[in-house]
């Protein structure tokens, strides 16, 4: 095997008897006519780049050759990139909030806050203890100086009362 210079006018010759070929053979691999076109262009590129070549008695087929290596090597970096990155569900949605929940959240807060402000000074304390500082009825009892009873029909009646200023908002 013996290394020979090759002329430019060599491969483009050789490039314009077989580009059709390369081009159908790239789509069969690539699958994309665009990444086709640009990968027969790439070859073209590759074989003007060497100064000589060791087969000269088959250019087609080290044509081809490059042609299929540049084709391994575009399916590979689009396998990784594709990995990295998940393609979009049409039925995604956004994980943050929207404006308009954000708004009715928003308004919702505030009637709580308003129901929660008009109870009276016993039961609102009652509430406070048992939903934020998660107490038991014991603990409120002991810490309130009332029984049990007492904490039960004031947290009852103050849930009722929040319940039904969050669903009815006028009244």
Avoid: W
């Avoid at 087929?61 to 042609?67: I, K, M, P, S």
């Avoid at 806050?113 to 009825?137: G, M, P, V, W």
């Avoid at 009332?146 to 319940?163: D, F, G, N, W, Y």
């Amino acid at each position: 095997m013996s290394v020979i210079a090759i002329q430019h006018d060599q491969i483009a010759e050789l490039f314009l008897n077989h580009k059709e070929a390369i081009v159908d053979f790239l789509m069969q691999k690539v699958k994309c006519p665009d990444a086709a076109q640009d990968l027969s262009q790439e070859t073209y590129l590759r074989l003007l780049g060497k100064d000589s070549l060791a087969h000269t008695d088959n250019l087609t087929g080290y044509l081809f050759r490059t042609a299929e290596r540049l084709s391994i090597d575009f399916i590979r970096h689009h396998q990784r990139s594709g990995a990295k990155t998940q393609g979009l569900d049409d039925e995604l949605t956004c994980p943050l909030m929207q404006p308009e929940d954000f708004a009715i959240l928003s308004q919702q807060c505030e009637r709580l806050l308003l129901a929660i402000a008009s109870l009276s000074r016993q039961c609102r304390h009652i509430l406070l203890l048992r939903k934020i500082d998660e107490l038991t009825y014991a603990q409120i009892a002991g810490q309130l100086g009332i029984s049990e009873k007492t904490v039960q029909r004031q947290l009852v009646k103050a849930m009722l009362h929040c319940h039904q200023i969050l669903i009815d908002p006028q009244y």
